[in-house]
């Protein structure tokens, strides 16, 4: 009796691993000196997704500013300050940028979300 425990803990294990390789990731990064930015979403790794949003946003001084995975992300910014905010839908990772970014004259520049 006790095999079979070890081995049902065993399956749920490896399942669990088939599962997390099946994580979205996306990534938006930014220009602080031209504003562009460049968003990625639904792609099978962190790093194809800071690729792809680098390759987007297309100017010499983009930088990954936020990446995430199964979820949504946005950028908001203000004069010096950059921040970012994640959540469940595009309206929550918009307004948590916002509060990180601060009271006055944020604004969001970007967002973008996993198919999860």
Do not use: H
Not at 17 to 46: F, H, M, N, V
Not at 69 to 90: D, H, I, M, S
Request: aromatic share 8%; glycine share 10%; with cysteine.
């Amino acid at each position: 009796m006790r095999r079979v425990g070890v081995w049902a803990a065993l399956l749920t294990l490896v399942l669990a691993g088939c599962q997390a390789s099946g994580d979205k990731y996306g990534a938006i990064a930014l220009s602080e000196t031209t504003g562009r930015w460049g968003p990625s979403y639904d792609l099978a790794t962190q790093a194809s997704a800071e690729e792809a949003a680098l390759r987007y946003c297309d100017a010499e001084d983009c930088r990954i500013v936020v990446w995430f995975a199964n979820t949504c992300g946005a950028v908001a910014r203000r004069a010096e300050v950059v921040a970012w905010g994640l959540g469940e839908t595009r309206e929550v990772a918009e307004d948590a940028a916002l509060a990180e970014c601060g009271p006055d004259g944020c604004e969001v520049v970007g967002w973008a979300c996993t198919a999860r």
